[in-house]
Nanobody, 128 residues
Framework: QVQLVESGGGLVQAGDSLTLSCAYS????????MGWFRQAPGKEREFVAA????????YYSDAAKGRFTCSRDNAKNTMYLTMNNLKVEDTAIYYCVAHPTGHTFGDIVQAPRNNLNWGQGTQVTVSS
């Protein structure tokens, strides 16, 4: 059974940086694609970033591109989301996801969301 536990959320000011972590347990971490989604108050959950099994390929939403970096350390079974130049509109609950069988970031982007494994989420609040 896959378990994903996010950490690192908090209250920051606009322009600050924050790094989220996602600790993974279950099947072999290094073989699966992973990613991040977020859900702001009153809005639908949206894709943020995805990373392939090796960490060498990533894909970002337009909102995240240029400011966020998704990475992973397969030796530590952990994925990260480093967020720079945070904006008030980045305020959301951030969720870590893992694809049950896929290896590429495309598997995360294209999968029906119910097919992904989800963490419980971590709150990020950006104040002006």
């Amino acid at each position: 059974q896959v378990q994903l536990v996010e950490s690192g959320g908090g209250l920051v000011q606009a322009g600050d940086s924050l790094t989220l972590s996602c600790a993974y347990s279950g099947r072999t971490f290094s073989s699966g694609a992973m990613g991040w989604f977020r859900q702001a108050p009153g809005k639908e959950r949206e894709f943020v970033a995805a990373i392939n099994w090796s960490g060498h390929s990533t894909y970002y939403s337009d909102a995240a591109k240029g400011r966020f970096t998704c990475s992973r350390d397969n030796a530590k079974n952990t994925m990260y989301l480093t967020m720079n130049n945070l904006k008030v509109e980045d305020t959301a609950i951030y969720y870590c996801v893992a694809h049950p069988t896929g290896h590429t970031f495309g598997d995360i982007v294209q999968a029906p969301r119910n097919n992904l494994n989800w963490g419980q989420g971590t709150q990020v609040t950006v104040s002006s």
